[in-house]
């Protein structure tokens, strides 16, 4: 694939990751529809995309990389202290402490840790389109292990436990304080609740290709619907949860859910993390210093009971320094389930974002390590020369 199916633009000094990105669409033979953005302490030095239909201004699903932007609503309002993290949620939503659930703080939901990862029985496409429908279905649950003795990652409905917090304490869903406090002062291109004015420029994801064989050979190993990995995964309803159809779903864009939901660009992803840390156009940095420090300090590591060695969690967000070791310590962010991936390193300056609208094959994104290093290597030496 020549270089001419790659547009955009990159800043002197980072051409090596426009030569790294075109290599990975080559290699992808153009089926991913990536995008790739990269901000250095603000400004933006990174704006390339690919593929059939899409331009830097294409929406796409984002999956798990919106935990990153609800994670944020969260860490503005325990800045403000309207939230307290260590307070037990049933304190504002009593029907939560059923089950065993009483202890159970906020930090705990945050770093998955409480146990409540799913329902017996799962809950269908439909239910977890609607936070305020899963929270309801999870307040009699009981937890699936011990609450706080270990972690384990709840993909679909973690933060409709915060959303539900967010609303009993100020009277305001997480989707409408991201909107008014995040994405419209910023001009984000990343949506929880994406307008029917806005669904234009919309693409839907696809399945990875695989052959035959490696289609059986997959999900014949995959683990039963009722283990800790399929009810982390939703694949614990009937029918299991279709993961494309789930995202490609109006009700789920236009509701936004705050696990999975959020609709966005490379654009979008790289820019909340730029807003959060260092400022956007002109606007101050949303989180002071001591906030970005508390919520990227790593929480939960080791064996994720459902994600195994790729868990490593801070506060909300997923520990990008143990993801990436060229990152520092304390780079934070999240990525998601179709390729997305997104963080902020505050040592080296770099907000990233990147999207593609087609599965990789079992999840797999190796693309990820290789542009994060192209940004970080252009990142460094910029600050060097």
């Known amino acids: ?20 990105f ?46 990153g932007a609800a994670t944020l609503v969260t860490a503005l309002l325990v800045q403000e202290g309207v939230l307290d993290l260590d307070e037990p949620v049933a304190r504002h939503w009593p029907e939560f402490a059923a089950a065993g659930k009483d202890t159970i703080t906020l930090r705990d939901v945050l770093t998955h840790r409480s146990g409540v990862i799913g329902i017996d029985g799962g809950l269908s496409a439909a239910e977890l389109a609607d936070d305020a429908v899963i929270a309801s279905c999870l307040a009699g649950q009981r937890p699936y292990w011990r609450p706080g003795s270990a972690y ?46 806005e669904e234009q420029r919309f693409r ?11 289609e059986t050979a997959f999900w014949s190993n995959l683990p039963g619907p009722h283990s800790i990995l399929g009810i982390g995964y939703g694949l614990n309803s009937t029918p299991p949860l279709d993961q494309v159809a789930f995202a490609n779903t ?15 660009s490379a654009r979008g992803l790289a820019g909340l993390y730029a ?8 606007r101050p940095p949303l989180l002071k210093p001591d906030t970005v420090a508390e919520f990227a300090q790593l929480h939960s590591s080791g064996s994720d009971l459902v994600r195994g060695a790729q868990g490593n969690y801070a506060l909300g967000f997923q520990a990008k320094g143990l993801r ?25 300056g770099i907000a990233f974002g990147y999207t593609r609208r087609r599965f990789g094959f079992a999840w797999s994104y190796p693309e990820h ?13 910029a600050i060097a020369a």
């Open 369 to 381: 390590d290789r542009l994060a290093a192209a940004v970080h290597r252009a990142a460094i030496a």
């Open 152 to 197: 384990g990652y709840g993909g679909f409905v973690t933060f409709a436990i915060v959303n539900e917090v967010i609303r009993r304490v100020t009277g305001h869903s997480l989707q409408q304080l991201y909107d008014e406090r995040i994405r419209i002062p910023y001009g984000l291109d990343l949506f929880l609740g994406l307008p029917a004015a």
């Open 204 to 214: 839907p994801i696809q399945w990875w290709t695989a052959t035959p064989e490696q």
């Open 250 to 264: 109006r009700a789920v864009r236009a509701n936004g859910p705050a696990s999975a939901g959020g609709v966005g």
């Open 1 to 20: 694939m020549s270089r001419m199916n790659v547009h955009g633009t990159v800043a002197d000094g980072f051409e090596p990751v426009r030569e790294e």
């Open 275 to 282: 807003a959060a840390v260092w400022g956007l156009d002109g």
């Open 22 to 67: 075109t290599a990975m669409v080559a290699e992808q033979d153009g089926q991913a529809g990536a995008q790739l953005t990269a901000y250095v302490r603000g400004r933006r030095v990174v704006d390339l995309w690919s593929g059939d239909e899409a331009d830097g201004d294409t929406l796409t699903a984002v999956y798990s990389s919106t935990k």
């Open 324 to 348: 990436y070791t060229f990152l520092s310590a304390n780079a934070f962010g999240h990525d998601g389930s179709a390729g997305s991936e997104s963080f902020a390193d505050p040592v080296s």
